[in-house]
């Protein structure tokens, strides 16, 4: 079991096929106790998993947005810059997985936290 700790770090889950990873990362939520925090862009799928298989709902979402110059001034100080074309394409990746989990019917919505990460 990876999830052992509160905060469930899903880029240690990319390990896993991509077909079997949400069903692993849903069967160690599955054994936790009490509250926990998802963390990494695995939670995207995961949303819309949940909801398509009525299986997985969160209680709360916090939804950080950061503008593509952020994105971009941050590559550039952080990482290589030359990556930076994959990080846009995981990032558009990730906004069209969350158009579609709130396009989706849906009677048990998280409270939703938008955060605009300015800097």
Do not use: F, Q
Request: aromatic fraction near 8%.
């Amino acid at each position: 079991m990876i999830a052992s700790e509160k905060v469930i770090h899903t880029d240690m889950y990319l390990k896993y096929h991509r077909d079997s990873v949400l069903d692993i990362l849903l069967y160690d939520i599955g054994n936790m106790e009490g509250g926990y925090v998802i963390e990494g862009v695995l939670g995207y799928r995961l949303l819309r998993k949940g909801v398509r298989e009525d299986c997985w709902y969160p209680d709360v979402v916090i939804e950080v947005v950061v503008s593509d110059a952020v994105i971009e001034e941050r590559c550039k100080a952080e990482r290589d810059i030359s990556k930076l074309g994959g990080i846009m394409k995981l990032v558009k990746g990730c906004e069209t997985i969350l158009a579609d989990y709130k396009s989706m019917d849906n009677d048990s919505k998280p409270e939703w936290i938008l955060v605009d990460s300015c800097s």
